[in-house]
């Protein structure tokens, strides 16, 4: 038997109700989920070898969907979903606020230097609550693989709504992704997997009908997310994700390695 | 009858202050309006950044028309001049600058950048608010454009708020001599070189004070005419003066002169009303325990108990048993560009 712990964000329904769709394929394998809303995941902490949330809403959501209060060091694999770090968090920066080089007085965005942008970028990225959740898992165990998945791209039917017009914009998409490329350059002890292909629409997109029935996680229920999200995946986009990623690390599904053996 | 006959008990030295502390002390304010549910803005200097704390950490609606990029920590967002006040103007130390920012923004005076752009080290600043950018900026036009992206969002904060709340710091200034633009700190601090053939010291008096602030006010009113106004004085004495007297009692005149204007303006205009937290904090009636050993900064303690003399005052009666967050402020987090001249003192 295989057991997983997922840790992620908001971004984690995705991928365990997908989990629930595709778990009677894997059956040597457990995967327990570990989520905390938005950037709650940030306030972590290890004690005794383990990592425990330190407010009481996170540590009810850990035992509501993972039956346990902390994560623990024994885990064959950690898989880290969403929580800030991706595309997204840095286009939305650029939908308030602007270097001069992206600076426009009639578009409304704040204009800010340099200097700022970089602070604001590390920040979001490099503090993000997905790199902290990595330095803590890295700190229980320094065997186990980790695997960290982006927050997904936006549906594509972002481009439609007047908020998300800004993401038309190839050169913030440029420089965001550049940006992004470097921060994944720095990360070690990590295994970085890139949504799948299957579920992008172009290079910055996901497809529509990912975003479609999406869910949002919450102690004890589950609810829909808000009418037109177009940030929030559904329980197709997640087993998409964890196929990719169980075919990463080597585990393929029950009738595919069945065939395979034959 | 003698007239004092049957007055409140707050009205009698000996029932109003003997027994109290600064912290116990009953009915010193009395509010000329409720302010719940109006749209606040604050300025002034630094002991404002304390009272826009208080009034967020409140849940009052204090604007933020230059509000900090998504993320980033209030620590750092703070040292880039967000999240102090309604707007990204740093410390606004006297009357003259708030006035001359609101010309400015208004469309009604126009400042030559070679008057404001510094340049220091290769990196370049605005002399308005040069802590804004603590890095400074690449370039002069970049220093420009973000004057003009600030002055539009000032300018909309002031047709937005009901209620500009305004803390007077300073009498001393410093000018351009021959525009007499006023500049936020002496220019030496901000771009290394004093040129006393450019620049000049002035102790701004009780009647210019007041002519600023009246027209500070007319102007406010010609875009936003149901603006209030809610004056304090800055507890927080001179880092040092600039006048060849001690700085004891360059702080004393320069404050009274405040507290006199901003009691002027209250009991004239109904639409100013004045909270005494100068009282509160600076006179030795209700004991001197408000004070760091450096005898200039504010304890925690006495910000908390002026605070809750306001909220109190808006409360009604009963006191309001909100707790600020428990990160607070230490004096460096608080930003005082005017703290930079305690670095000439004499060791």
């Known amino acids: ?101 992206f600076y426009y007085r009639e578009d409304g965005a704040h204009l800010i230097s340099e200097s700022l942008l970089t602070e604001s970028r590390a920040s979001l990225i490099e503090r993000s609550p997905a790199v902290n959740c990595l330095r803590l898992v890295r700190t229980i165990t320094s065997e186990a693989p980790v695997l960290m998945i982006p927050n997904p791209l936006p549906s ?34 990590v295994i970085y997997t890139p949504q799948p292909r299957g579920t992008l629409e172009g290079e910055y997109f996901t497809k529509a009908h990912f975003a479609k029935d999406a869910r949002l996680l919450k102690p004890r229920w589950t609810r829909p997310t808000n009418e037109g999200d177009p940030y929030h995946m559904n329980a197709a986009y997640g087993a998409h994700v964890l196929s990719q990623i169980f075919a990463h690390i080597g585990v393929l599904p029950s009738q595919q390695a069945e065939a395979e053996s034959a | 009858m003698l007239p004092y006959v049957g007055l409140p008990a707050r009205q009698f030295w000996k029932t109003g ?21 109006l749209r606040i803005a604050t300025a002034g200097s630094c002991f404002a950044q ?19 990029p998504p993320g980033i920590p209030e620590k750092i967002a703070n040292q880039y001049g967000y999240g102090l006040y309604s707007a990204r103007h740093g410390n606004i130390y006297t009357a003259r600058h708030l006035l001359q920012l609101t010309r400015e923004a208004l469309g009604l005076l126009e400042i030559s950048p070679s008057l404001y ?21 690449s370039s002069a036009e970049e220093v420009i454009e973000q004057r003009h992206d600030h002055l539009k969002r000032f300018r909309s904060l002031l047709s937005e708020c009901d209620l500009f709340i305004f803390t007077l710091g300073l009498t001393e200034a410093w000018f351009h001599k021959d525009t007499q633009i006023v500049y936020q700190i002496a220019p030496a601090l901000t771009s290394g070189a004093y040129d006393p053939n450019q620049n000049e010291f002035r102790n701004l008096r009780f009647s210019e004070i007041r002519s600023d602030m009246l027209e500070f006010r007319d102007l406010a009113k010609t875009i936003n005419p149901g603006m209030r106004f809610l004056l304090t004085v800055s507890p927080v004495p001179l ?5 060849p007297q001690h700085v004891l009692v360059s702080t004393v005149r320069s404050k009274s002169v405040l507290r006199a204007v901003a009691g002027e303006l209250s009991e004239t205009y109904d639409d100013i009303d004045y909270f005494p937290s100068f009282e509160l904090l600076s006179t030795p009636f209700l004991g001197n325990g408000f004070f760091e050993d450096n005898k200039r900064t504010v304890r925690r303690s006495g910000v908390e108990a002026v605070m809750r003399s306001f909220f109190d005052a808006h409360a009604g009666i009963k006191p309001t048993q909100v707790e600020l967050p428990s990160e607070a402020k230490t004096e460096e987090e608080v930003v005082c560009e005017d703290a930079l001249l305690e670095a000439f003192a004499p060791r």
């Open chain 2, 50 to 68: 304390e009272i826009a704390r208080a009034m967020r950490a409140r849940r009052y609606n204090v604007l933020d028309v230059e509000p900090k």
């Open chain 2, 17 to 37: 202050v003997q027994p109290f502390s600064s912290d116990t002390i009953q009915e010193i304010y009395s509010p000329k309006w409720p302010i719940d549910g």
């Open chain 2, 239 to 243: 880092t040092a003066t600039a006048l």
């Open chain 1, 1 to 101: 038997m295989i057991r997983i712990a997922c840790l992620g964000n908001s971004h984690n329904a995705a991928v365990k109700l997908g989990w629930d769709e595709i778990k009677g394929t894997y059956p040597n394998i457990t995967v327990d989920f570990f989520s905390g809303a938005a950037n709650s995941m940030k306030g972590l902490e290890v004690k005794g070898g383990r990592i425990y949330p330190t407010s009481e809403q996170v540590r009810e959501m850990f035992l509501a969907y993972a039956g346990h209060d902390s994560v623990a060091p024994d885990y064959d694999a950690y898989f880290l979903v969403g929580m800030g770090f991706g595309l997204v968090p840095l286009m939305s920066l650029f939908a308030t606020h602007r270097p001069p080089r």
């Open chain 1, 156 to 189: 594509i039917e972002i481009l439609q709504t007047p908020a998300g017009s800004y993401w038309s914009g190839q050169e913030l998409l440029e420089d965001c992704t550049e940006y992004l490329d470097r921060a994944i350059g720095k990360l070690t002890d």
């Open chain 2, 117 to 137: 752009v510094l340049e220091n080290g290769g990196r370049y600043y605005d002399a308005f608010r040069p802590k804004v950018e603590p890095n400074g900026l």
